[in-house]
């Protein structure tokens, strides 16, 4: 028993699902080795009351990327406001800047995507 638990959890450890609607349209562009490539962000919101009783809604932006496939079906059906679940993994990753400063960014890269609303026409 304790093996298959160990074996779960292992693949679990880096595991994000999400809920939420597009910010904007999609950024889609074939990278130079010919694979398609998706940037878009969707936004999630919590309700919860604070210490006070007092309903608070809390709004969380999240920074996504697709690859092949699934860029594909984001391209072709996906536009700002599109409700969707995704599932992926959180991937950190660095850059510097014009100015020569290092910027860090997580994002999520999406392995399965599913449309929800009634915009869902796939």
């Known amino acids: 028993m304790g093996r298959t ?3 779960i959890m ?4 880096n595991k994000v699902q999400l809920i939420g609607n ?5 950024e889609v562009k074939n990278t130079e080795s010919g694979k398609k490539l998706a940037r878009f962000s969707i936004a999630t919101n919590e ?6 009783g007092e309903k608070v809604k809390e709004t ?7 690859w092949g496939k699934v860029a594909e079906i984001v391209e072709k059906y996906l536009n ?18 014009k100015d020569g400063v ?14 929800l609303g009634s915009k869902a026409t796939a």
């Open 80 to 97: 700002k406001g599109s409700e969707v679940a995704i599932e992926g993994k959180l991937i950190n990753r660095s850059y510097t800047d």
């Open 102 to 115: 290092k910027k860090y960014i997580t994002e999520v890269q999406v392995n399965e995507l599913l449309m």
């Open 5 to 7: 638990k160990i074996k």
């Open 47 to 52: 309700v919860y009351n604070n210490a006070k």
């Open 10 to 13: 292992y693949a679990l450890k």
């Open 60 to 66: 969380t932006w999240h920074n996504l990327v697709a």
């Open 22 to 26: 597009l910010g904007g349209a999609p």
